[in-house]
T-cell receptor
């Protein structure tokens, strides 16, 4: 079945540690996105990529980094510079390079601080 | 600037009641798309509908219906004869000004009790 796979489902970070969240899609979608969700909040855009080897900052990119070396993969690294990383992280993908297409989401990764 | 407002934070209903979730948006675009997503307790967002601003006809899909009114910048979602499985957080969204990603409202948590 086609879809988006995020791993791990739960992740714990120690102070000063970088952690990487995985996102893989087999939908052959061009665009991929990372969102952060906090309790009672909507989704906020961290980074997005419209094409391989290219990505753009979203509204809350500070303390995060991404790469897009393959069409299928868009990993997100939460760096030690992100002082409040506890949140639910959702990866999404869509056809084309604009936001007018429906986005398909993974199951999310819940990140907590140890 | 683009903005989506979902004023209802939480709604509780009893099974078989009808319920309407409100969405009000702001956009500078003359043509645009609007979206609704459902987030069940499992966490992933599920795409429900995409509506083009050209088309103001109401849309019905089973127990779900959507009322799009350009004059009031609203795109409301009604569930008829609600069921426990409808319990979820519902998000309304529209593309950002650059058309590169979605802007989400803060969501409405719907609880349906039996």
């Amino acid at each position: 079945d086609g879809g988006i796979t995020q791993s791990p489902k739960y992740l714990f970070r120690k102070e000063g540690q970088n952690v990487t969240l995985s996102c893989e899609q087999n939908l052959n979608h061009d665009a991929m996105y990372w969102y952060r969700q906090d309790p009672g909040q909507g989704l906020r855009l961290i980074y997005y990529s419209q094409i391989v080897n290219d990505f753009q900052k979203g509204d809350i990119a500070e303390g995060y980094s991404v790469s897009r070396e393959k069409k299928e993969s868009f990993p997100l690294t939460v760096t030690s510079a992100q002082k409040n990383p506890t949140a639910f992280y959702l990866c999404a993908s869509s056809w084309g390079t604009g936001a007018n297409q429906p986005q398909h989401f993974g199951d999310g990764t819940r990140l907590s601080i140890l | 600037a683009q903005k989506v407002t979902q004023a209802q934070t939480e709604i509780s209903v009893v099974e078989k009641e009808d319920v309407t979730l409100d969405c009000v948006y702001e956009t500078r675009d003359t043509t645009y798309y609007l979206f609704w997503y459902k987030q069940p307790p499992s966490g992933e967002l599920v795409f429900l509908i995409r509506r083009n601003s050209f088309d103001e006809q109401n849309e019905i899909s089973g127990r779900y219906s959507w009322n799009f009114q350009k004059s009031t910048s609203s795109f409301n979602f009604t569930i008829t004869a609600s069921q426990v499985v409808d319990s979820a957080v519902y998000f309304c969204a529209l593309p950002n000004q650059a058309g590169t990603a979605l802007i989400f409202g803060k969501g409405t948590t719907l609880s349906v009790s039996s």
